[in-house]
């Protein structure tokens, strides 16, 4: 089993940024697919970012609402994947989820087997 711990969420202004981490623990590592998702109060869960851990692997994956505003990024040694946000705005407001899958990477939640609890970001005007 592998274990999933968001943290950095928080308030932000609007224009602000903030950075989210996503800690791993349990079994021995193996490759990895990760993914970002965000959920919006009356809102379906959004993918918005996912990558191979493999770097060599494909390219980072973006959800067009945050592309060219969020990057993500991986720390195999750490076993940490990061969510870089920056121009924020209220639209973004949502309880962030990490995930990871083994068979394949992508933004549909299908994909992943493993959840964080969330991490709340609220961004205001």
């Known amino acids: 089993q592998v274990q999933l711990a968001e943290s950095g969420g928080g308030s932000v202004q609007a224009g602000g940024s903030l950075t989210l981490s996503c800690a791993e623990s349990?079994?021995?590592?193996?490759?990895?697919?990760m993914g970002w998702f965000r959920q919006a109060p009356g809102k379906e869960r959004e993918g918005i970012a996912a990558l191979n851990t493999n770097f060599n692997d494909g390219r980072p994956q973006y959800a067009d609402s945050v592309k060219g505003r969020f990057t993500i990024t991986r720390d195999n040694a750490k076993r940490t994947t990061y969510l870089m946000m920056s121009g924020l705005n209220p639209e973004d407001t949502a309880t962030y989820y990490c995930?990871?899958?083994?068979?394949?990477?992508?933004?549909?939640?299908?994909?992943?087997?493993?959840w964080g609890q969330g991490t709340q970001v609220t961004v205001s005007s």
């Open positions: 995930a990871a899958g083994y068979v394949s990477y992508g933004l549909a939640s299908s994909n992943y087997a493993y």
């Open positions: 349990g079994n021995a590592w193996h490759r990895t697919y």
